[in-house]
């Protein structure tokens, strides 16, 4: 998505969730200046791990039954697994890296650092709401691509997306997929563990905002399928297709 468009997106998004632009500025002006301090952590696009058939892993409800499936009847080894954050879990549980998490380090951070030691890229978002985040796990992280939802500044990216899920499709697509498997990616309004580390049981009914979020990445996606030349299958329909 060119940088025009995605502001249209990101002005309505200011205002139905009352975010303050400032403050989404001051997390990426962070995020740069210690990206930019730490030239041996920061990779760019072109680092990345790709090909043009990716898997991006979502933290819906039908996360594991997807991972399974896909274990079982697919060759992961030809794909670009990109984990959209608190999916990361999912992935580790199965014994799955990803070749790429997306997060803005709100997901199970233990895990992600796990997965980043162990050779995961990882791409960082800076928002108004994750700045003592980035403070405190920035320095655990190495091989960091920094994205930002304002104008990109300095070394910051900016290729479209809202939650990690959707930003990952956006990814993807800059990186030249032409074929994209979305896994665990139910929309809707059931959130999971992996997607709220601290809820006890193993589903949760989502929040309001949790509920328009996630009505942004799926709104955000089928622009995507809409507009982008990519091919993408997402598993809970092909699901309902089987029957
Ligand atoms: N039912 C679902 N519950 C949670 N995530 C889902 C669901 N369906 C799709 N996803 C995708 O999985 C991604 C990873 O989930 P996670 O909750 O860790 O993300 P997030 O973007 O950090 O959200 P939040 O800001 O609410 O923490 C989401 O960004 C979303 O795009
Ligand atoms: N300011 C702000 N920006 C965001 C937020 C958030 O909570 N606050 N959450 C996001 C992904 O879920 C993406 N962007
Ligand atoms: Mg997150």
């Given amino acids: 998505m060119d940088l025009k468009t995605w502001i249209g997106w990101y002005e309505k998004i200011i205002e139905d969730f009352k975010f303050d632009p400032l403050a989404d500025m001051e997390a990426a002006e962070y995020l740069n200046d210690f990206l930019q301090e730490h030239e041996n ?15 991006i892993f979502g933290a819906g409800p039908s996360i594991k039954k ?21 999916a990361t879990t999912a992935l580790l549980e199965e014994s799955i890296l990803p070749d790429i998490i997306v997060t803005d380090l709100d997901g199970n951070i233990d895990d992600i650092i796990r997965a980043n030691k162990a050779g995961s890229f990882v791409v960082v978002h800076a928002h108004g709401n994750n700045l003592e985040r980035l ?9 960091i691509l920094g994205t930002t939802q304002t104008p990109p500044i300095g070394d910051l990216h900016n290729f479209g997306g809202f939650t990690d899920g959707d930003r990952a499709v956006f990814l993807a697509v800059e990186l030249g997929a032409k074929l994209i498997i ?30 328009l979020k996630l009505e942004y990445a799926k709104k955000l996606i089928d622009w995507i399928m809409e507009n982008e030349d990519v091919k993408i299958y997402n598993l809970v329909e092909a699901k309902l297709l089987k029957g």
Avoid: C, W
């Fill in 135 to 143: 403070r405190f796990y920035l320095p655990k992280l190495r091989n």
């Fill in 66 to 86: 997807h991972l399974k499936f896909l274990k079982e009847d697919f060759d992961l080894g030809v794909f670009t697994m990109i984990a959209a954050d608190g």
């Fill in 182 to 211: 979305l896994a665990g990616m139910d929309f809707g309004d059931i959130i999971t563990k992996y997607s709220r580390p601290q809820i006890s049981e193993k589903t949760e009914k989502a929040d309001k905002i949790k509920r």
């Fill in 41 to 55: 952590i920061k990779v760019d696009m072109d680092e990345l791990p790709h090909n043009d058939k990716f898997i």
